[in-house]
T-cell receptor, first 111, second 115 residues
Framework: GESVGLHLPTLSVQEGDNSIINCAYS??????FIWYKQESGKGPQFIID?????DKRQGQRVTVLLNKTVKHLSLQIAATQPGDSAVYFC??????????FGAGTILRVKS | EAGVAQSPRYKIIEKRQSVAFWCNPI?????LYWYQQILGQGPKLLIQ????????DSQLPKDRFSAERLKGVDSTLKIQPAKLEDSAVYLC?????????????FGPGTRLTVL
């Protein structure tokens, strides 16, 4: 699909508020999904994953929700902190057992 | 535990020149990946190695890109000749085994600018 190039969607939240980052995936056969965080000048960092036989998984301050009916994934971050500012990518394990990354969402946390 | 190391961190070249990137994965990680990340996009897998064998290179532009992992540890990715559209960050990642994506660790990347 077409990428959004430099114009990534941006979510701005106040420090302490909850953040919800959304992702639509393309392959209904995908059975595994990961959320990554990427800070400027660094490689992506694993946050949380979920298999398709689940619809919710919780980690420390993060929750991933999976809605297979509409092929939608979301990442909820509780009590967002300035250190959470980054670009967030969802990725699906698609055909050929390779990860296919989405375009990313910029999260900006205002103090 | 040391992470995935990559060098150089930055490279600027003219189009039609050649360039090579180096990656040292986490010790003991048999699987090594090279990704291309164009500005504003998510990473795209170029090639995946299991030890020194290629598992998947279906998205590697083989007319200009090559990669090797001769001793099953370090890897190099080469572009020859480079085009303007090759400007991107080249990320190396490793994991203990294939398809263990939840345990895939990324290096900091090499930012390539082709003028």
């Amino acid at each position: 699909g077409e990428s959004v190039g430099l114009h990534l969607p941006t979510l701005s939240v106040q420090e302490g508020d909850n953040s919800i980052i959304n992702c639509a995936y393309s392959n209904s056969a995908s059975d595994y999904f990961i959320w990554y965080k990427q800070e400027s000048g660094k490689g992506p960092q694993f946050i949380i994953d979920i298999r398709s036989n689940m619809d919710k998984r919780q980690g420390q301050r993060v929750t991933v929700l999976l809605n297979k009916t509409v092929k939608h994934l979301s990442l909820q971050i509780a009590a967002t902190q300035p250190g959470d500012s980054a670009v967030y990518f969802c990725a699906e394990k698609g055909d050929g057992n390779k990860l296919v990354f989405g375009a990313g969402t910029i999260l900006r946390v205002k103090s | 535990e040391a992470g995935v190391a990559q060098s150089p961190r930055y490279k600027i070249i003219e189009k039609r020149q050649s360039v090579a990137f180096w990656c040292n994965p986490i010790s003991g990680h048999a699987t090594l990946y090279w990704y291309q990340q164009i500005l504003g996009q998510g990473p795209k897998l170029l090639i995946q190695f299991q030890n020194n064998g290629v598992v998947d290179d279906s998205q590697l532009p083989k007319d200009r890109f090559s990669a090797e992992r001769l001793k099953g540890v370090d890897s190099t990715l080469k572009i020859q000749p480079a085009k303007l559209e090759d400007s991107a960050v080249y990320l190396c990642a490793s994991s203990q085994g294939p398809f263990r994506f939840g345990e895939q660790f990324f290096g900091p990347g090499t930012r390539l600018t082709v003028l």
